[in-house]
């Protein structure tokens, strides 16, 4: 069987894809990644013998840049036009191609499928995006919601306008030049007749909605099985377990002050600190001896090893260290981030900061909530109910779909 996943999004829409790819290839498969052309997604993909087909842009220059929202349509329509372009080739003589990622790029590449005949499975890592009358919408930049307006099918009915408004002429368009009719409701066509849910049920419980028809398989993880570098386990060695400190692929304009902040709250905890570089590239304000600086790291083997983890709130940190029974101090910056960091509030495995800019003051209240016995043995007992096995629960489904068994996914 010959797999073709395709997503154009940051690490946290790559990774998991590594996860699913390994097993594919564990159970026969054929397994091709499509997703931006950033060096360090390309190196992940070859350290597990997957082929990465660039499309697009470098995701990582787009999210520095941050252009303005304002320029939605024109980014989303290149994105869209990137799929019809590369996917075709990429896709010929695959069995099954697997979506996900943004929204434009999705909607493109499950129209290549459409055309080439080949199964389509669409996915996503956050349940925002689904229709729900349990809670809102996220709004796009540069398009508010009316604050009168509540009640959330309403809500849901104006996200459906948005997303028509920003992508629905440049998906018709690309699809008119293959010969494919235009959809009329974008995210519809997106979501499809059954799509998969890749988050874990304790740590994202997805409510049944009607209408709706939606699988959940568990977050998709590879195993790490890198060693820690030599010199980062020497300083791990050297000391009580620090605080880790990242903000992944979010730039963090203010990158010099939030790393300042971010070690001043550690050291006023007594606690040394490990600070992850990310996209913000975060560097050390001086020359101590109780602060490490990381890049490219096995994130499972430092979070077992840690004190807490300060991070953004993406799907995928959160996960590892909710795996891991770190505590943690979510600093949200945008999209799906705050609602992770409410389901580590709720969960009681660690503390929401209260906006995307974090001060001095701010992190060290956030690290004396959660730099205590008790939260600590709430994310060890949390720790022990993370699933483990989503990406080979997805891996067999795609095998049983193509071979055309469907028997129900396991929840």
């Given at each position: 069987?010959?797999?073709?996943?395709?997503?154009?999004?940051?690490?946290?829409?790559?990774?998991?894809?590594?996860?699913?790819?390994?097993?594919?290839?564990?159970?026969?498969?054929?397994?091709?990644?499509?997703?931006?052309?950033?060096?360090?997604?390309?190196?992940?993909?070859?350290?597990?013998?997957?082929?990465?087909?660039?499309?697009?842009?470098?995701?990582?220059?787009?999210?520095?840049?941050?252009?303005?929202?304002?320029?939605?349509?024109?980014?989303?329509?290149?994105?869209?036009?990137?799929?019809?372009?590369?996917?075709?080739?990429?896709?010929?003589?695959?069995?099954?191609?697997?979506?996900?990622?943004?929204?434009?790029?999705?909607?493109?590449?499950?129209?290549?499928?459409?055309?080439?005949?080949?199964?389509?499975?669409?996915?996503?890592?956050?349940?925002?995006?689904?229709?729900?009358?349990?809670?809102?919408?996220?709004?796009?930049?540069?398009?508010?919601?009316?604050?009168?307006?509540?009640?959330?099918?309403?809500?849901?009915?104006?996200?459906?306008?948005?997303?028509?408004?920003?992508?629905?002429?440049?998906?018709?368009?690309?699809?008119?030049?293959?010969?494919?009719?235009?959809?009329?409701?974008?995210?519809?066509?997106?979501?499809?007749?059954?799509?998969?849910?890749?988050?874990?049920?304790?740590?994202?419980?997805?409510?049944?909605?009607?209408d709706l028809d939606v699988a959940q398989t568990g977050s998709w993880i590879l195993g790490d099985e890198r060693p820690?570098?030599?010199?980062l386990v020497t300083f791990l060695d050297a000391g009580t377990p620090p605080v880790y400190v990242g903000f992944g692929?979010?730039?963090?304009?203010?990158?010099?002050?939030?790393?300042?902040?971010?070690?001043?709250?550690?050291?006023?905890?007594?606690?040394?600190?490990?600070?992850?570089?990310?996209?913000?590239?975060?560097?050390?304000?001086?020359?101590?001896?109780?602060?490490?600086?990381?890049?490219?790291?096995?994130?499972?083997?430092?979070?077992?090893?840690?004190?807490?983890?300060?991070?953004?709130?993406?799907?995928?940190?959160?996960?590892?260290?909710?795996?891991?029974?770190?505590?943690?101090?979510?600093?949200?910056?945008?999209?799906?981030?705050?609602?992770?960091?409410?389901?580590?509030?709720?969960?009681?495995?660690?503390?929401?900061?209260?906006?995307?800019?974090?001060t001095t003051e701010s992190l060290s209240a956030a690290l004396r909530t959660v730099l205590t016995p008790e939260t600590?043995?709430?994310?060890?007992?949390?720790?022990?109910?993370?699933?483990?096995?989503?990406?080979?629960?997805?891996?067999?489904?795609?095998?049983?779909?193509?071979?055309?068994?469907?028997?129900?996914?396991?929840?």
């Amino acid at each position: 069987m010959r797999v073709l996943l395709s997503t154009y999004g940051s690490r946290g829409d790559i990774e998991p894809l590594v996860g699913l790819a390994v097993q594919l290839k564990a159970l026969g498969a054929e397994v091709r990644v499509c997703a931006p052309p950033d060096e360090d997604f390309t190196q992940r993909l070859d350290g597990v013998g997957v082929e990465l087909v660039p499309v697009g842009p470098s995701a990582r220059a787009l999210t520095i840049a941050a252009p303005p929202p304002s320029s939605l349509p024109e980014r989303a329509a290149e994105l869209i036009a990137g799929q019809f372009d590369v996917l075709p080739a990429a896709a010929e003589g695959c069995d099954v191609l697997v979506a996900t990622g943004m929204t434009p790029a999705a909607a493109g590449a499950l129209s290549v499928a459409e055309k080439l005949g080949v199964r389509s499975v669409s996915v996503t890592f956050q349940q925002l995006t689904l229709p729900s009358p349990h809670r809102p919408p996220l709004a796009y930049p540069g398009r508010p919601f009316p604050p009168e307006v509540t009640d959330n099918r309403v809500l849901w009915e104006l996200d459906a306008q948005s997303n028509n408004a920003l992508f629905g002429e440049a998906l018709n368009t690309n699809r008119a030049s293959i010969g494919l009719p235009p959809v009329d409701d974008v995210r519809d066509h997106v979501i499809g007749n059954r799509l998969w849910l890749a988050t874990d049920p304790v740590l994202d419980p997805w409510h049944e909605t009607p209408d709706l028809d939606v699988a959940q398989t568990g977050s998709w993880i590879l195993g790490d099985e890198r060693p820690l570098p030599a010199e980062l386990v020497t300083f791990l060695d050297a000391g009580t377990p620090p605080v880790y400190v990242g903000f992944g692929s979010m730039p963090m304009h203010t990158s010099t002050d939030v790393a300042r902040a971010a070690i001043e709250a550690v050291r006023a905890q007594g606690r040394r600190a490990v600070l992850a570089r990310g996209w913000a590239g975060l560097s050390l304000t001086d020359d101590p001896d109780d602060c490490f600086v990381v890049g490219e790291v096995n994130q499972q083997a430092l979070f077992g090893r840690v004190a807490a983890v300060v991070h953004h709130g993406g799907q995928g940190t959160t996960t590892t260290a909710t795996r891991a029974g770190a505590p943690q101090v979510v600093v949200p910056q945008a999209a799906d981030q705050p609602y992770w960091a409410g389901r580590v509030a709720d969960l009681g495995i660690g503390a929401a900061h209260d906006g995307p800019t974090p001060t001095t003051e701010s992190l060290s209240a956030a690290l004396r909530t959660v730099l205590t016995p008790e939260t600590r043995a709430r994310a060890t007992a949390v720790a022990r109910t993370i699933r483990t096995d989503g990406a080979t629960v997805a891996a067999k489904q795609l095998l049983d779909m193509v071979s055309g068994e469907r028997p129900p996914m396991s929840a």
